[in-house]
């Protein structure tokens, strides 16, 4: 692991993290003065005398940090009670998520529409929506048999995403966008 080396400029990593320690998690990096984000959404829980509404995280077990990575940092990390590992590491390098996915989950986020967490990648045409509250978002679009469109953001390297429903005269394919698959790969460390 020595052989980690310094990225020129920030890049978003995921951390795993113990089970619904996410949030001490996040906020333990937050205290070192990394740039963490934990995205999540509410959800209604029935008690026996009342409902309440809670924030879970939306990829549980993972947090997202954006840092300038070194083997330094690293060992700070994983120092953390609540923190496994980075995700994705290889023969002393990690993985990094392209700013465009944290940009689409955040996208989603601001959006204020109901998510839906999803176990698993699906396949099919990456678009840019065109209008609207998630404009610049990037994702793929599901249809329903009912006929209802939703758009998938995905996280390949956690292997998961999130979906919300969507209208279909809001997106653009990446060739509409003139766009290439190399411009949607993102970079190791």
Same mark, same amino acid.
Not at 141 to 150: D, I, W
């Given at each position: 692991m020595g052989n980690m080396e310094t990225s020129p400029q920030p890049k978003w990593y995921a951390l795993s993290v113990y089970s619904r320690q996410e949030k001490a998690a996040h906020s333990e990096i937050l205290g070192l003065g990394i740039e963490s984000f934990l995205p999540t959404s509410p959800i209604r829980r029935l008690w026996s005398d009342r409902i309440k509404q809670l924030e879970q995280p939306l990829f549980p077990g993972y947090l997202f940090i954006r840092l300038d990575l070194n083997s330094e940092i690293r060992i700070k990390l994983i120092r953390i009670r609540q923190v496994i590992d980075l995700v994705g590491k290889k023969q002393g390098y990690a993985s990094s998520i392209p700013e465009s996915q944290i940009d689409s989950l955040k996208l989603? #986020?601001?959006s204020e529409r109901l998510l839906e967490p999803i176990l698993r990648l699906v396949s099919g045409t990456e678009v840019m929506i065109s209008a609207g509250p998630l404009k610049g978002a990037l994702g793929i679009?599901?249809?329903?048999?009912?006929?209802?469109?939703?758009i998938v953001v995905q996280v390949p390297l956690l292997g998961r995403g999130v979906r919300t429903e969507l209208s279909v005269d809001d997106v653009l394919s990446y060739e509409e966008l003139g766009l290439t698959?190399?411009?949607?790969?993102?970079? #190791?460390?």
């Open positions: 989603l #986020l601001c679009v599901e249809r329903e048999a009912s006929g209802k469109r939703r698959s190399g411009d949607r790969q993102g970079a #190791l460390l």
